[in-house]
């Protein structure tokens, strides 16, 4: 087998008596799409959180592309390729939609200390900036503000600003969160075209999404990763249909 | 309507000298002044999104660098004679450079510790720095402590004659069009985005690999170097520097002539410092109780026009 993009590692992490984490364990493999799903308060936020270094682990250890991240700032985890969508919408409500993807462009071309040149006449910035727009399908809503944006267009720019670093590893945290049944479609036609090119650690409340699109899947229950496979290893997974359906082991 | 006002500012000294009122020359010297201030407060305000309650710091050290700089050249005493001999001076080249180079130095001090927190704490925080740098010159007794520091004459410039209050006032538009230019290439470059969407949402700003606090303390040390420019005229302006420079209430003031003229925007400062200016000198003459009527005049601004007077003005959001 060959080694994992991400090998999360005995991850524990309390809030005062919760145990959002408990000793999480699990690996996403390079090209994949790969689900996190479980109930209400499973610790899936808590989860990806730890991944992009907004909270630290009380202990464990993360390992992505070869390196210890474990207690690397945001920004660095960042640069490194990892990105990540907000569950709640966090777009530049005020700049435009194409300053909004620039600004994403812009953090993988080394440092911004740029006090002079206009960035709005920068081919090296609006180039990527165009594909991105495209590849999102916000195109001809350019130079308007975000803040103009449906929820289901805020959505798709949330996940263009994710895509415009070429990340290595994608974190999309409820991408279809408050979306309607068009938007849904839409975002997971864009999951899926990008499938294959672009690894990613899906978290998701509609099951549906989640069983059409993940390669694999981890179920996380009271901060525990009690079970990994395919859909429909998942699907017939004993474990499982006891925690969604709320029972208690025996 | 931009062009407009700078042809009015133009030809306003010989306008105002035809008039005889040469007094208002001096007058609109030091509302130029308070305009570069407030822009530079609005590189951190209106683009950083930092709420900074102390920014009358740096605009009172420029004018002590000013003030004890003119003190030492006229008593010919060095300022220091270890590690090398510093003569007091009070030529502008050097002075204005100065100024700017010692409040960025103390901006990028305060700034370090200052950045570590947000919202209400670093409101507080740097009130709270720029209230111990009051106290400080206050406990200056060599440069005049409490009464302050009087200049025996305006620094010199080649070229330039600053007594002359028609020039000083030139002095002084020219160097508030540059720092207009200069703070507009900055707000539109790379940079001034970074500043910008940490503004919106530091949070996201660094999940997409930005490291937030050093673009912030970096616009905020270019903030407090355009304060210490300002404070350097304003002390050749007046030709006294006093504490009451650095005191909160002028931090207060900035911040409103900031809010007033229009936040995120360049030239809403510059209008808030002449239209909240000119009503305390036009308040002033009616009543000594002027806050009284000027009190009610921002509350109705801020309420009704969010976008202060620039954006009322030009309809234009920020």
């Known amino acids: 087998m060959t080694e994992p993009l991400l090998q999360v590692t005995g991850l524990n992490r309390c809030f005062g008596a919760i145990q959002a984490s408990r000793d999480l364990s699990f690996g996403i493999v390079a090209g994949e799409i790969h689900a996190l799903i479980g109930p209400n308060g499973a610790g899936k936020t808590t989860a990806i959180n730890q991944l992009t270094g907004e909270i630290e682990p009380d202990s464990g250890s993360i390992v992505f592309d070869g390196r210890d991240i474990t207690r690397l700032p945001v920004h660095k985890r960042a640069l490194m390729g990892l990105a990540r969508s907000f569950q709640i919408t966090a777009v530049f409500e005020h700049l435009t939609i194409e300053e909004n993807l620039a600004l994403a462009v812009q953090a993988h071309m080394g440092h911004s200390y740029r006090f002079w040149a206009r960035a709005d006449r920068d081919l090296r910035l609006t180039r990527p900036t165009r594909d991105t727009l495209r590849l999102v399908g916000l195109e001809e809503r350019a130079s308007a503000p975000a803040s103009s944006l449906s929820h289901g267009e805020k959505r798709q720019l949330e996940v263009g600003m994710a895509l415009a670093g070429q990340p290595k590893l994608l974190l999309l945290d409820e991408p279809m969160a408050g979306m309607g049944p068009g938007g849904t479609v839409e975002l997971s036609n864009l999951i899926g075209e990008l499938k294959g090119r672009i690894t990613m650690l899906l978290v998701e409340h509609d099951m549906d999404v989640v069983f059409s699109l993940a390669d694999r899947i981890t179920v996380l229950v009271y901060g525990e990763a009690v079970a990994t496979g395919t859909p429909e290893q998942i699907r017939a997974n004993p474990l499982v249909r006891q925690a969604y359906l709320g029972e208690e082991h025996d | ?318």
């Open chain 2, 1 to 318: 309507m931009l062009g407009m006002g700078l042809v009015a500012l133009v030809a306003l000294p010989p306008a105002m000298n035809a008039l005889g009122e040469t007094y208002l020359v001096s007058l609109f010297s030091r509302i130029l002044i308070y305009a570069l201030v407030a822009v530079s407060l609005d590189l951190i305000l209106g683009y950083g999104g930092m709420v900074s309650l102390g920014h009358a710091a740096f605009f009172g050290i420029g004018g002590y660098v000013v003030g004890i700089l003119a003190f030492h050249s006229y008593e010919a005493e060095p300022l220091f004679t270890w590690p090398f001999i510093f003569e007091g001076t009070e030529n502008g080249l050097l002075t204005l450079p100065l100024a700017m180079l010692v409040s960025a130095f103390f901006a990028l001090i305060i700034g370090f510790f200052s950045l570590r927190t947000t919202g209400m704490h670093f409101i507080m925080i740097t009130l709270a720095f720029a209230q111990m740098l009051y106290y400080f010159s206050v406990s200056l007794e060599a440069y005049g402590g409490d009464d302050g520091l009087s200049l025996y004459a305006r620094n010199q410039l080649p070229g330039i004659n600053l007594g002359d209050d028609d020039s000083f006032y030139y002095l002084c538009l020219g160097i508030l069009v540059i720092y207009l230019y200069v703070s507009h290439r900055l707000v539109n470059s790379r940079f001034g985005r970074v500043i910008q969407g940490v503004r919106e949402n530091e949070r996201r700003m660094q999940a997409l690999g930005f490291a937030t606090y050093r673009y912030k303390l970096v616009c905020f040390t270019i903030a407090g170097a355009g304060a210490g420019l300002a404070g350097a005229l304003i002390a050749n302006q007046t030709e006294f520097v006093s504490p009451g420079l650095m005191h909160w209430t002028r931090s207060g003031e900035i911040l409103v002539m900031v809010l007033l003229g229009g936040m995120g925007t360049l030239f809403g400062p510059v209008l808030g410092a002449i239209v909240l200016l000119l009503l305390e000198e036009v308040l002033a003459i009616y009543t000594e109780h002027w806050m009284v009527l000027l009190g009610p005049f921002l509350v109705v601004v801020v309420l009704f026009a969010k976008r202060g007077l620039y954006g009322l003005l030009t309809g234009r959001k920020p």
